[in-house]
């Protein structure tokens, strides 16, 4: 019974969000301060019916929505800023193994030039 009046609502929601969408035109889909009212209240409305209903969050008919959200309107968003990922292994190794060899190097040199004992200016 629950899972029948949750599949209801959760039309419902979509309905609504679909409604809100409406007022936004192509060029703001993927600005964030435009799009976030109807996205948060899609979600706040699936979120809360199913608290209300308790029904468990986040659940696959939820899911769905939220995905059919981003297939249906989101899909040509890309980000703005450069995505960073990690280097290559070898690259990351050569990384990590440089300055961990030019440690006992240098401590020698700092040994050596020591010994001298003279002040240096």
Excluded at 93 to 105: E, K, R, S
């Amino acid at each position: 019974l629950a899972e029948e009046t949750y599949a209801n609502i959760t039309q419902k929601c979509w309905e609504f969000f679909v409604d809100l969408m409406r007022n936004v035109t192509a060029s703001e889909l993927c600005e964030w301060k435009v799009i976030s009212r109807p996205y948060s209240l899609l979600q706040a409305c699936l979120e809360g019916w199913a608290d209300h209903l308790h029904y468990g969050y986040p659940n696959a008919l939820a899911e769905q929505y939220i995905f059919q959200s981003h297939h249906r309107y989101f899909h040509n968003c890309t980000l703005e800023h450069q995505v960073y990922f990690d280097p290559p292994e070898d690259v990351l190794l050569a990384m990590i193994i440089a300055p961990i060899c030019l440690i006992p190097f240098l401590v020698t040199l700092v040994i050596w030039r020591s010994k001298d004992g003279k002040a240096q200016p």
